[in-house]
């Protein structure tokens, strides 16, 4: 568990107040690696075994806004990076 969900040092004394916690970082973390086993994870400048930290920037914390164009919304990304566009099948801004 060394991909930074924090379950090395919890927040509270007894077991019994952490419980929530370790749900939520354990749905978290099935997120986390459902989404890194889809996706091409070399193309993002990841690796398998990268921590929370770093596919939060470098996955989630980018810029992107819905236009509409031709009667239809698109999602218009602004990076250079091209996984982005097959990854959300959109052509990339």
């Known amino acids: 568990m060394n991909n930074g969900f924090g379950w090395d040092r919890l927040p ?3 077991m019994a107040e ?12 099935n997120f986390y690696k459902a989404i890194m086993q889809r ?5 993002f400048g990841l690796k ?6 770093t596919f939060v920037f470098k996955f989630i ?7 509409k164009t031709a009667r239809q919304c ?3 990304i602004y990076t250079d990076n091209h996984a982005y ?4 099948k959109t052509s990339s801004g």
């Open 12 to 14: 509270k004394s007894f």
């Open 39 to 43: 996706i091409e994870v070399k193309k």
């Open 74 to 76: 698109v999602l218009n």
């Open 18 to 29: 952490n419980t929530v916690f370790l749900l939520l970082t354990a749905l978290i973390r």
């Open 48 to 53: 398998e075994t990268s921590r929370i930290k």
């Open 85 to 88: 566009a097959e990854a959300f």
């Open 61 to 67: 914390s980018v810029p992107a806004k819905w236009i």
